[in-house]
Nanobody
Framework: QVQLVESGGGLVQAGGSLRLSCAAS??????MGWFRQAPGKERAFIAA????????RYADSVKGRFTISRDNVKNTVYLQMNSLKPEDSAVYTC?????????????????WGQGTQVTVSS
């Protein structure tokens, strides 16, 4: 069956770094992305990447701090998060689809992971 499994979340102090991983199984995915949702707030787009790795999109709030990448052999997408801020605290969820566009729209993704908690302390 198709699964997306996130890992790498945890507790980190402001200014620190974390790397999230999302391992996909069961299918080959072209476009993959990351979203996050904090308590009391709506889910927000963070980053997306196409098959080649050259088509990348980022939310303005994370540009220059977060980097999305992928390993197509492992069918895994990564999110390197640097210079973390308390407002980055959220549940981060991986998403994937079988289209070529690195979309920012949640409804255009076919599969979702369970999420991993990221907490950034002041």
């Amino acid at each position: 069956q198709v699964q997306l499994v996130e890992s790498g979340g945890g507790l980190v102090q402001a200014g620190g770094s974390l790397r999230l991983s999302c391992a996909a199984s069961g299918r080959t995915f072209y476009a993959m992305g990351w979203f996050r949702q904090a308590p009391g707030k709506e889910r927000a787009f963070i980053a997306a990447i196409g098959w080649s790795g050259n088509n990348r999109r980022y939310a303005d709030s994370v540009k220059g701090r977060f980097t999305i990448s992928r390993d197509n052999v492992k069918n895994t997408v990564y999110l390197q998060m640097n210079s973390l801020k308390p407002e980055d605290s959220a549940v981060y969820t991986c998403a994937a689809n079988q289209d070529t566009i690195a979309t920012t729209i949640p409804n255009e993704y076919d599969y979702w992971g369970q999420g991993t908690q990221v907490t950034v302390s002041s």
